[in-house]
């Protein structure tokens, strides 16, 4: 079963526009982490976010954390076509698998 | 410097059939994790493979199973092969030093008919 749920499941924006994203998630957490796949590929890393951390940026990427409501937002701003793909949040507690959300697919109209 | 590469990208097996999935690892990881990601949803942690054994496992029957070589490398075998097992199935290297970002394969995709 899925950990969190992110928000919108889908999302479509014009180039040069903000996209936000939203990811809820149910346990605590040691950190949470966002991930990009192109159709049918690999995920590469985004970024990564410690449960002691409240928000980090990494070029047009902007990532917050709000533990007592269990939840983050990623932040891409001046977004590109090439941004087109699904963002997945994943969790990791106590053990070492992460935990996945059901992704939000990002379009982006040139 | 060759991330993670996967074989087979595609296969094709009838219901009931077997299966091995292989997986090697970005240079300098030791740890090797399988997911399996059904269409339209996020990737499921099936396990987690260090030191040649598995070290944690998610919710997936005995069908399932693994192995880690000395060389890091490891396999995923599933055994009598259902309809839902077609998926595409995600192998991630890091660092047992590191607790932090997966670095993944492009995946396999399997086609159960």
């Known amino acids: 079963s899925q950990q969190g749920e992110e928000d919108p499941q889908a999302l479509s924006i014009q180039e040069g526009e903000n996209a936000t994203m939203n990811c809820s998630y149910k346990?605590?957490?040691?950190?949470l982490q966002w991930y990009r796949q192109n159709s049918g590929r690999g995920l590469v890393h985004l970024i990564l976010?410690?449960?002691?951390?409240r928000e980090k940026h990494s070029g047009r990427l902007r990532v917050t954390l709000d533990t007592s409501k269990k939840s983050s937002s990623l932040l891409i701003t001046a977004s590109r076509a090439a941004d087109t793909a699904s963002y997945f949040c994943?969790?990791?507690?106590?053990?070492?698998?992460?935990?996945f959300g059901s992704g939000t697919r990002l379009q982006v109209q040139p | 410097d060759a991330g993670v590469t996967q074989s087979p990208t595609h296969l094709i097996k009838t219901r009931g059939q077997q299966v091995t999935l292989r997986c090697s690892p970005k240079?300098?990881?030791?740890?090797v994790s399988w997911y399996q990601q059904a269409l339209g949803q996020g990737p499921q942690f099936i396990f987690q493979?260090?030191?040649?054994?598995?070290?944690q496992r998610g919710n997936f029957p005995d069908r399932f199973s693994g192995h880690q070589f000395p060389n890091y490398s490891s396999e995923l075998n599933v055994n009598a092969l259902l309809l839902g097992d077609s998926a595409l199935y995600l192998c991630?290297?890091?660092?047992?030093?590191?607790?932090?970002?997966?670095?993944f394969g492009e995946g396999s995709r399997l086609t159960v008919l």
């Open positions: 240079s300098g990881h030791d740890t």
């Open positions: 976010i410690r449960s002691n951390e």
């Open positions: 493979y260090y030191e040649e054994e598995e070290r």
């Open positions: 994943a969790t990791s507690g106590g053990g070492r698998a992460l935990t």
């Open positions: 991630a290297s890091s660092s047992d030093r590191v607790t932090g970002e997966l670095f």
């Open positions: 346990t605590s957490i040691n950190n």
